[in-house]
């Protein structure tokens, strides 16, 4: 495995220069500011995860012309003071019995346009359209959705870390038994192979054996895995702040030529959107080369999802390797290759790597076999 960088060594530097390129991407947009909510944003911004859910207002405001400001209750602003991005801002605390919307209508235009977290509370954007009710909101991820997704060398470093300890989870849950367990069990043992790879957060451990590998999504039960069975297990988490996300296929006993002929054209498909991955190439070219790969052979309507997704510090963000993004590749932007065969009532088939643009094509960030894996 390779070595990582904790998420914690980011620099005060490190996230003023990601609030002022937030605040650039602001203007461009034509937004008068950023409001961003405790969630994912907050943490790439400032670093600053709020350790519990609660309903006191907390913001960080971002608008051109002004310094950062976090809104923060006063109970909680000797952690936020902690956090590795404070230095970098100025930290305005509230206490309870005080309106805490009239302090941060203060550090606004009152007639602008706010883009607004998507997971902020309902009754702080509410409360904020009554304090100023000549502003109008946009969430970050429709008036934003790059502003996370280039990733600068600390990050891809923590990414590949990341993949390479996907990859040793899958080294291990390749050699237990599959066949007379149920799904829950080999789904317990990857998920302790990823706590052991390094992962502080296991977001998911999909196991979905025989005929529920044809559901994507499949929630893992109480199935017991059969000899002749495909199984397709995806699965990822974050590791040092940063997500991981892999998929491979693996069959218990020997495969049919069906079989394998599936495996192969899955493979050949993941291989054909990686290839279209360059810089200025869009999106959408990522899903078409691997979709007509799949197409070609006659099997077009069982890949039922998009190509891929993007990575960061959440598992799942922009951009979206889909048919109609014309959003060009930019080195550094990381996301999934991910093409699916999907036969009702009979098997699935998924192959998953993340993959980073790079200056003249892209890099895969998992590096374990793609061919077919027979397991016990």
Known sequence: MTGSRPAASFTADDYRTRMERAVRAAADAGLAGLLVAPGPDLVWL??????????????????????????????????????????ALTLRDWTDGKDPYAATAALLDGSGRLGISDN???????????????????????????????????????????????????????QVRFGGRRESEVAADLAESLRRSGHSQVDFTIVASGPNGANPHHEVGDRVIEDGDM????????????????????????????ERRVHDLVREAQE???????????????????????????????????????????????????????????PGMCFSVEPGVYLPGR???????????TADGGRRLNDTTREMVVVE
């Open 46 to 87: 400032t670093g600053y995860a709020p350790t519990a859910d609660t309903e006191r207002l907390t913001l960080l405001v971002l608008a051109p012309g002004r310094d950062p400001v976090l809104v923060v209750p006063a109970l909680e602003a000797p952690d936020a003071a902690k956090a590795a991005g404070a230095p």
């Open 120 to 174: 902020a509370w309902a009754m702080h954007l509410l409360a904020l359209q009554r304090t100023l009710p000549g502003t109008s909101y946009a969430s970050l991820t429709e008036a934003l959705p790059m502003l996370r997704a280039v990733k600068d060398a600390a990050e891809l470093e923590l990414l590949a870390a990341a993949g390479a300890a996907a990859d040793a989870a899958f080294e291990e849950i390749r």
């Open 231 to 258: 199984v397709v297990l995806d699965f990822g988490g974050l590791k040092d702040g940063y997500g991981s996300d892999t998929s491979r296929t693996v069959h218990v006993g020997e495969p049919t030529d069906e």
């Open 272 to 330: 054909a959107g990686f290839r279209a991955v360059r810089p200025g190439a869009a999106c959408q070219d990522v899903d078409r080369a691997a979709r007509a790969v799949i197409a070609d052979a006659g099997y077009g309507e069982y890949f039922i999802h998009r190509t891929g997704h993007g990575i960061g510090v959440t598992t799942h963000e922009p951009p979206y390797m889909i048919e109609g993004e014309e959003q060009p590749l930019v």
């Open 347 to 357: 098997f699935g088939v998924r192959i998953e790597d993340i993959v980073t643009v």
